[in-house]
């Protein structure tokens, strides 16, 4: 399903023009128009779904694959040496459009780029206790 006033829908059917290195039946992959390093792109669903939680099973189980495929194509095609997934869901997580996507972001040695988190130290107990909640 296509929501009207979704860019990345628009973009996914085709009517905004992108930059694609990749489409199928269910996705497009387009060249991230702020790129953190050369050949950083995107995948989009066609079918909408705001984030992860509301992105269909069957979809979803076909992200990766695609991902595959072109990280396959970017380190054939631009010799990178690394390839970051970032996948945000929810403004907090640094979703700034509100359609389900994953950031493919190709790494070269010196590029100048940390994507990363700050590691927390918690104790076995706490981890016990995340597990539980989690689990129960």
């Given at each position: 399903?296509?929501?009207?006033?979704?860019?990345?829908?628009?973009?996914?059917?085709?009517?905004?023009?992108?930059k694609?290195?990749?489409?199928?039946?269910?996705?497009?992959?387009?060249?991230?128009?702020?790129?953190a390093?050369?050949?950083?792109?995107?995948?989009?669903?066609?079918?909408?779904?705001?984030?992860?939680?509301?992105?269909?099973?069957e979809?979803?189980a076909?992200?990766?694959?695609?991902?595959?495929?072109?990280?396959?194509?970017?380190?054939?095609?631009?010799?990178?040496?690394?390839?970051?997934?970032?996948?945000?869901n929810?403004?907090?997580?640094?979703?700034?459009?509100?359609?389900?996507?994953?950031?493919?972001?190709?790494?070269?040695?010196?590029?100048?780029?940390?994507?990363?988190?700050?590691?927390?130290?918690?104790?076995?107990?706490?981890?016990?206790?995340?597990?539980?909640?989690?689990?129960?």
């Amino acid at each position: 399903m296509k929501k009207d006033d979704c860019i990345f829908c628009k973009i996914a059917g085709g009517e905004i023009p992108s930059k694609t290195i990749y489409e199928d039946e269910l996705f497009r992959v387009i060249l991230d128009l702020g790129p953190a390093t050369k050949g950083h792109a995107l995948i989009i669903p066609k079918e909408h779904a705001d984030n992860l939680f509301e992105l269909p099973t069957e979809i979803a189980a076909k992200v990766l694959p695609t991902a595959q495929k072109v990280a396959v194509m970017m380190k054939d095609k631009l010799h990178c040496d690394g390839l970051n997934l970032v996948q945000n869901n929810g403004e907090i997580a640094g979703q700034t459009v509100m359609h389900f996507h994953m950031h493919m972001i190709p790494r070269y040695e010196s590029d100048g780029q940390e994507i990363g988190w700050i590691a927390g130290k918690p104790s076995q107990e706490e981890l016990e206790a995340i597990k539980e909640q989690i689990t129960d």
